[in-house]
Nanobody
Framework: QVQLVASGGGLVQTGGSLRLSCAASGGTFSRYAMGWFRQAPGKERGFVAA????????FYAEPVKGRFTISRDNAKNTVYLQMNTLKPEDTAVYYC?????????????????????WGQGTQVTVSS
């Protein structure tokens, strides 16, 4: 069983920055790919970014390319999402998720239902 705890959300003005963290426990973190997703009110949960188990590969949704950076520290069992130049449309609950099947898949998934474990979510609000 893998537990994920996301933190770092908050209220920020347009153009500001936030850094989200997701701490994992209960599994072998260095074997999982990790992803960040977000869900705004009335919308489906959507892909934001993913990172391979080693951290050597990353993939981003188009709306966040060049503004967000996903990274991980396997020694600390933690994945991060650095969010810069935030916009009001980035307002959402952000979730981290673990893809345990990455080791056999070897590509980064963008579909939420392919992820096995989820954190509780952290609210990000960007004011205009």
């Amino acid at each position: 069983q893998v537990q994920l705890v996301a933190s770092g959300g908050g209220l920020v003005q347009t153009g500001g920055s936030l850094r989200l963290s997701c701490a994992a426990s209960g599994g072998t973190f260095s074997r999982y790919a990790m992803g960040w997703f977000r869900q705004a009110p009335g919308k489906e949960r959507g892909f934001v970014a993913a990172i391979s188990s080693s951290g050597g590969r990353t993939f981003y949704a188009e709306p966040v390319k060049g503004r967000f950076t996903i990274s991980r520290d396997n020694a600390k069992n933690t994945v991060y999402l650095q969010m810069n130049t935030l916009k009001p449309e980035d307002t959402a609950v952000y979730y981290c998720a673990a893809d345990l099947r990455y080791v056999s898949r070897s590509y980064l998934e963008t579909r939420p239902y392919e992820y096995d474990y989820w954190g509780q979510g952290t609210q990000v609000t960007v004011s205009s």
